[in-house]
């Protein structure tokens, strides 16, 4: 995963001669997954009910929030209980199905959603149509913020799901094929996310200038917003996810959760 909030997870695997690591988006992970190009990858949580292959959960890390994200937000012209069109995010699987979930539990909204290449409209300030409503994800949200006063209403995706749910919301997770031998690897990735939680701060002044972060938010971001390790209640989390998106149609396969042993 591309994004500077997978480094915590990624950080000194990238350098490990008996590993190859590859960088995608998130929604671009599970084809990769799918075909057996890679073993493992750090895909949005949804895409667990989504594969045509059964995977299992590898809960050696994720990346989750209790509370707000920063980087996941809807921001709106209009505001939020009136929202009838979305364009969402392209490089975003899970947070546009937590949009709906949110839209509809809190407002009884059912808005359209529209595909949305972020990444082509927004980076470098191109917002040539500036929609009505747009749900980002990742970097983005931060070096090419869209402008307050044109997007007045905002809703942080985490926020309101940990008002709503009092859980902790986790976005995305190791996943891998059932039935792939793993090996050390689950261990291995284990050990190196505890490293790294000992060295945020330098990872995100290692990785914030090339991203276009400011280095005392990115280690706000890394060290104190988002968390890296899955606990019983962040799959919490995924099951009411389930729950809540298989009547509005968005999840059809709503698996048990199976955790790689
Ligand atoms: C917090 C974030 O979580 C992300 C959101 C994802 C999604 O919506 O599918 C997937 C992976 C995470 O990186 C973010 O990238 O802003």
């Given amino acids: 995963m591309s994004y500077l909030n997978a480094r915590p997870l990624i950080e000194g695997l990238d350098g490990d001669p008996t590993l190859q690591v590859r960088f995608d988006v998130p929604a671009g992970l599970l084809h990769d997954l799918e075909t057996g190009q890679v073993d493992l990858a750090l895909c949005p949580v949804v895409d667990y ?5 059964p ?32 364009h969402a995010d392209t490089d975003s699987h899970t947070s546009v ?4 979930v949110l839209l509809h539990a809190i407002h009884g909204r059912r808005p359209t959603l529209i595909d949305y290449h972020a ?23 931060v070096t090419d913020s869209p402008r307050a006063i044109e997007y007045p209403y905002q809703l942080d995706l ?29 261990a291995h990735l284990d050990r190196q996310r505890q490293i790294n939680a000992r060295d945020i701060d330098a990872i995100a002044r290692r990785h914030a200038p090339g991203r276009g972060w400011p280095s005392d938010l990115a280690y706000d971001y890394l060290a104190n917003i988002l968390r890296y ?6 799959l919490a989390a995924v099951r009411r996810l389930a729950e809540m998106a ?6 059809p396969n709503p698996r048990p959760l199976t955790l790689a042993d």
Avoid at 159 to 176: G, N, Q, R, Y
Avoid at 246 to 251: A, D, E, K, Q, Y
């Fill in 229 to 234: 390790s899955v606990s019983e209640r962040e």
């Fill in 158 to 186: 985490g926020e309101a799901w940990h008002e709503l749910t009092d859980l902790p919301f986790l976005f995305a997770v190791w996943m891998a094929r059932k039935g792939t031998d793993l090996g050390e690897l689950p």
């Fill in 49 to 53: 009910f989504r594969s045509a292959e």
């Fill in 119 to 141: 990444r082509e409209h927004v980076a470098g300030h191109r917002l040539a149509e500036s929609p009505e409503a747009m749900l980002l994800i990742g970097d983005k949200v």
């Fill in 55 to 86: 995977l299992v959960i590898v809960p050696v890390g994720g990346i989750a929030s209790e509370g707000r994200t920063l980087t996941v937000r809807l921001f709106s012209k209009t505001p939020i209980d009136q929202v009838d069109v979305v």
């Fill in 97 to 100: 199905v937590l949009l709906q």
């Fill in 246 to 251: 298989n009547p509005l149609g968005l999840l």
